[in-house]
């Protein structure tokens, strides 16, 4: 079966870091473009950072020099090095497949559970 | 950024009814362009990618259209099941994917 499961997420204080972990089954991350995309509670989605399969890196502005996605192509597991850590970055956090449909329309297609990061005092 | 507009924000409807969300982009973004299904405590489910393309397993009472700029996602025959919240979003920028604002479909 083709899941996702992250984990790692916990109460952490402003300036603080997490990592956040996201295991794979059923499918190769490093043969994949891969996502993190995260929620606030009682908001929207909010891309966060994308890995290529090449290896290459893209991150929102908002995340932009302090949170860093890397992948361990032996566990076959995705993760999201998170520093410096503000109030408004707690959210839900989910890690996402992004399937290219046609070689040419990408889609998150497959979705971890999620885990929950509160950033507070 | 590409900024997505989703509207309404939220909607009442009844079994049965037709339900329409519109979702427009802050420039042209082809038909790179999908819709995704959320209910509460759960993850985000994929309905329709490209458009108007529906994914493997999800009913065919879902379908999308638009191009451009401005996009439609409809429920031909809501059904209990379909009563959640559901957001755009655009793949045209690859580095910088951004998702609309949500609507939630609630039960009249």
Redesign the interface.
Same mark, same amino acid.
């Given at each position: 079966e083709v899941q996702l499961e992250e984990s790692g997420g916990g109460l952490v204080q402003p300036g603080g870091s997490l990592r956040l972990s996201c295991a794979a089954s059923g499918f190769t991350v490093s043969n994949n473009y891969m996502s993190w995309v995260r929620q606030a509670p009682g908001k929207g989605l909010e891309y966060i950072s994308l890995i290529y399969s090449g290896g290459t890196t893209y991150y929102a502005d908002s995340v932009t020099g302090r949170f860093t996605i890397s992948r361990d192509n032996s566990k076959n597991t995705l993760y999201l090095q998170m520093n410096s850590l503000r109030a408004e970055d707690t959210a839900v956090y989910y890690c996402a497949r992004d399937e290219w449909f046609g070689d040419l329309f990408g889609a998150f297609d497959i979705w971890g559970q999620g885990t929950m990061v509160t950033v507070s005092s | 950024?590409i900024q997505m507009t989703q509207s309404p924000s939220s909607l009442s409807a009844s079994v049965g009814d037709r339900v329409t969300i519109t979702c427009r982009a802050s420039r042209s973004i082809s038909?790179?362009l999908?819709w995704?299904q #959320?209910k509460p405590g /759960?993850?985000? /489910?994929?309905l329709i990618?490209?458009a108007s *393309?529906l #994914?493997s397993g999800v009913p065919s009472r879902f379908s999308g259209s638009g191009s451009g700029t401005d996009f439609t996602f409809t429920i031909s025959s809501l059904q209990p099941e379909d009563f959640a919240t559901y %957001?755009c #979003?655009q *793949?045209y920028s +690859?580095? #910088?994917? +951004? %998702?609309?604002?949500?609507t939630k479909v609630e039960i009249k």
């Open positions: - | 950024d038909r790179y999908n995704y #959320q /759960k993850a985000p /489910k994929l990618y490209a *393309s #994914q %957001f #979003q *793949s +690859t580095a #910088q994917l +951004t %998702f609309g604002g949500g």
